[in-house]
């Protein structure tokens, strides 16, 4: 069967760590992935985009790579603040014709503790 | 612009009634979709529109469900006959073609409580 799965845990870390979020997915070949960041009672908002032929990316404090043997992804927020605090998704884009189509994952809640 | 906007934020409703949610999405954004999520859930996929035509539309969506988008502009989604299951938050989204690296650009969401 098909399944996307991020870290099922909430994760806590102190200010200042590394948070790495894991995205593992089976049974699908995406195209692209990626990470949006999600706080209460918002809508999500895009962070990367890493594409099949791309092994990392990076923005400012945030890194992304992407295994396609593993069929994992790994988002890394380093040096991490307490603003950090959010839930994050993952989500595959698969190719369905001339379509696009994303499929979520369900989030990770990360909490940065000051 | 000031991006996707959704009305309202905040719906309560009694069984049975029908509501009308609207978005507003980017004016240059050709691509509009419509999600739901509930708490500790991924966005869901219920429909999307390429200008004014409606593309796909999830199987999982009952005929209750209806969305249309004239003139390619805004958006309405309708819920017909209103069931308590259909509590959830209703998120708007909008991209530019396949400009996937810029992602979607969702708007606050319209939270819809069934009593």
């Known amino acids: 069967s098909q399944k996307i799965e991020q870290n099922s845990e909430a994760l806590n870390i102190q200010e200042g760590k590394t948070a790495t979020l894991t995205c593992n997915y089976t049974?699908?070949?995406?195209?692209?992935l990626q990470w949006y960041r999600q706080d209460p009672g918002r809508g999500p908002v895009f962070l990367l985009l890493?594409?099949?032929n791309e092994k990392e990316k990076r923005k400012e404090r945030l890194k992304v790579t992407f295994d396609t043997t593993l069929k994992q992804s790994l988002f890394h927020i380093t040096a991490s603040q307490p603003a950090d605090s959010a839930t994050y998704l993952c989500?595959?884009?698969?190719?369905?014709?001339?379509?696009?189509?994303?499929?979520w994952g369900l989030g990770t809640s990360l909490a940065v503790n000051p | 612009d000031t991006g996707v906007s959704q009305d309202p934020r905040h719906k309560i409703t009694k069984r049975g009634q029908n509501v009308t949610f609207r978005c507003d999405p980017i004016?240059?954004?050709?691509?509009l979709y419509w999600y739901r999520q509930t708490l500790g859930q991924g966005p869901e996929f219920l429909t999307y529109?390429?200008?004014?035509?409606?593309?796909?539309k999830s199987r999982l969506l009952s005929d209750r469900f209806s969305a249309e988008r004239p003139k390619g502009s805004f958006s309405t989604l309708e819920i017909q006959r209103t069931e308590q299951g259909d509590s959830a938050m209703y998120l708007c989204?909008?991209?530019?073609?396949?400009?996937?690296?810029?992602?979607?650009?969702f708007g606050s969401g319209t939270r819809l409580t069934v009593v």
């Open positions: 890493i594409r099949e």
């Open positions: 989500a595959l884009g698969l190719n369905a014709g001339n379509n696009r189509k994303l499929i």
């Open positions: 004016s240059e954004h050709n691509r």
């Open positions: 529109f390429q200008n004014e035509a409606q593309l796909e």
């Open positions: 989204a909008s991209s530019f073609g396949d400009r996937e690296s810029s992602g979607y650009t």
């Open positions: 049974n699908y070949s995406p195209a692209y």
